[in-house]
Structures are given as C-alpha cells and as structure tokens.
C-alpha cells in the first residue's frame, strides 16, 4: 500500500488497470469451468436414464429373441419333411409279383385239378352203373339149358340185397324148367342209359332184344323186353339190387 502510494500516478494507474484486468479475466475463467462442469453433470444425468431404459428393455428384447426362435423351431420341426420312404427296387417287386401269380396259378391248378379229378371220378363211377346193369340184363336174358346152373351162378354173382335172396330162392326150379324145355335163349342190349344216379347207387333202363329156341319147337319170333334195374355200389364194385320189367 505505501508502494502504491509512493507510486507516481501513471505507474498506480497501470498497475490498477492490469490488477482490474487481472480480476475481470479470472471470473470469467471460473464462469467457463462452472459452466463446463454443470454440463458435465448435465450429461452425466441424461446418460444414466439411457443407460437404465436400455437396461429396461434388455429383458424384453431378450424375452422377443427366444419368443421367436423357439417360433422358428417349432416352424422348422413342422415344415420339416418326413424322412423318405425307402422305395423298393425293380427286382423285388418282380419277384413279389411272381411270387404272387405263381401262387395264384397253383391255387387255381389245384381247384381245377380237384374239380377236373371229381369230375372223373363220378364219370367213371356212372360208367360203372351202366355197365353193371347192361351185363345184368344180359345175365337175366341169356340161358343155356347145357350149363344152366354156371348161367345162374353168373346171375346170382351179380346180384345184391332183395334181387340176390329172391332169385336164389327160386334158381334151383328154374334150372329144372330149363333143363326140360332145353330151351336157349341169348339176349342182346339195343339202348341202354341212366335213368337216375347218386353216389352210391343209380337206376339203369335197358331195351333188351330176346331170341329164343326150344328143342324140337319151331324158331320163336325175337322178343323185345324193357327192364329197369336198380345197381347199387358194394365197396368198389357195383351189383343188381332189383329188377322191374318196363311196359
């Protein structure tokens, strides 16, 4: 202060000036940095709420992220297409298809073979009926008074059930009358047939033409009889159950 005062005037008035100077620059210093701080703090409390919304929506976003993958999943399992099917090869499904026909022609074979071999079976067997009445018929009309009791035998052979007791009962006369009259007669078959058939028997019709000759009586005329007979399966041969003569 007592330099201040000893100071000339001109020397006091500068130095007044730069200390006035001085002073006037130094708040404005302080001005700027309390400014630059208060924008700081500004800043710095803007940033914090920024930081914290997008704290906020992390889990929302993270909740949306897993939301739609696990969409994307289930949309990739559902698109997904099924495994494909293993197709068969050419050659299988020919052998699967042979296979298929050779079966069936064996089935049908078999069928046919069973049919075509009953079929046989009941051929034969009528032929069988019709033969064995055809033979008895003849049996019946052919008699030789030379050897009656073999052309009776060969009767009575050929008979079964009722027809064999009734003619055997009455062969022995019969033989007798033959031998008498020694009479001949030879009969011979003009239609024979089936008159009606089962399994195990038939009813054969007979057109049967007689010629006739007694010893020392004149030549008879040819007779023509019908006879229905009855032929009845005996094991695996077949004989005359019965005989009807047929207007």
Known sequence: MADDAAAPDGELTESSAAEESSGAVEPDSAAK?????????????TAEPADEKVDDTEPADSDETEAAESDEESADSEAAPAPPRKR?????????????????LAGLTGWTGYRGYKAYEGE??????????RQGAINLTTI????????????????TGTFYDDFQNRSAPF??????????????ISEAGLESASNDEAKVLVAVTVNTS?????????????M????????????????????
């Open 228 to 247: 229905r007979l009855t032929v009845t399966k005996v094991g695996d041969d077949a004989k005359v159950s019965n005989v009807e003569f047929v207007p």
């Open 33 to 45: 940095e309390a400014g630059t701080a208060s924008e700081a703090e500004a800043t710095k409390k």
């Open 88 to 104: 068969m090869s050419h050659l299988r499904l020919a052998t699967i298809a042979g296979l298929v026909v050779v079966l069936a």
């Open 124 to 133: 034969k067997q009528r032929e069988l009926f019709l033969q064995v009445g």
């Open 214 to 226: 007694n010893l020392g009586a004149p030549q008879q005329d040819p007779r023509a009889w019908r």
């Open 144 to 159: 030789d008074w030379e050897h009656a009791e073999a052309d009776v035998q060969r009767v009575l052979d050929s008979a």
């Open 175 to 188: 033989v007798e009358v033959v031998k008498q009259a020694q009479s001949k007669s030879v009969g011979s």
